[in-house]
């Protein structure tokens, strides 16, 4: 589904935020890619992103070369992709409902496929009851799941989430990966990019270590796949 290949990003003055980084990632596999901050970590969402383009190697989705899209073909390629962020970005000049419309809206869904799949995507984090309130009003848990809903509202096949347990105790932070998981069941591939060890090692999912723009291990820790 992910595969890398060699891939390259240096930043204008020399920067190389990452060198020849190549791995494979299936389709409804989960993993984690960690490592210290400055390690290429959100380069490497960008690009999956399509917002960097790599400097030099190849980044293919779904056996397709993202260097050879055009610029018009990406808002559609970008439509497989789910997007968690630590912050969750929710807008709170607007409700629940409208929070995780979002990308439909921009997609240009009719409104009556539109409310079909808010739902759905609520009902999934189990915030089906919360969907007329503002964000500011529900907790810190309730808040990033309203943005995993959105991030899967439109049924992306990829789910990118950088630090999506950055802000929220174990036990929320349990309940998050216990959703990546329930996506990752139905075949979405899922790449969790987090600083929290006590996280990884309880989830048993490959890891992919990042450091200095390179991948310096990549498995599962305890040794079976």
Do not use: C
């Amino acid at each position: 589904m992910i595969r890398f290949d060699n891939l390259s990003k240096r930043y204008p003055g020399g920067l190389e935020a990452l060198s020849n980084v190549s791995f494979e990632l299936e389709k409804g596999e989960m993993a984690f890619l960690t490592g210290p901050s400055g390690a290429g970590k959100s380069t490497l969402l960008k690009l999956l992103m399509l917002m960097e383009r790599p400097t030099s190697g190849t980044l293919l989705i779904n056996g397709k070369n993202l260097n050879r899209l055009s610029r018009s073909a990406i808002p559609n390629y970008r439509r497989q992709i789910g997007v968690v962020f630590q912050n969750h970005q929710l807008l709170t000049d607007r409700t629940v409902f409208d929070n995780v419309a979002l990308p439909l809206q921009i997609s240009g869904y009719p409104a009556s496929e539109t409310g079909r799949r808010v739902r759905a995507a609520l009902d999934g984090v189990g915030l089906l009851d919360k969907e007329n309130l503002n964000p500011l009003t529900l907790s810190g848990g309730e808040q990033q799941r309203v943005g995993i809903a959105r991030a899967v509202v439109h049924k992306p096949k990829i789910l990118l989430a950088d630090e999506p347990t950055g802000n929220l105790d174990p036990k929320l932070s349990a309940e998050i990966m216990a959703m990546f998981r329930r996506f990752q069941s139905v075949g979405v591939t899922v790449l969790i990019a987090t600083h929290d060890i006590n996280l990884i090692n309880t989830m048993d999912e490959r890891i992919m270590y990042l450091e200095n723009g390179m991948i310096t291990d990549d498995g599962v820790r305890h040794g079976h796949h």
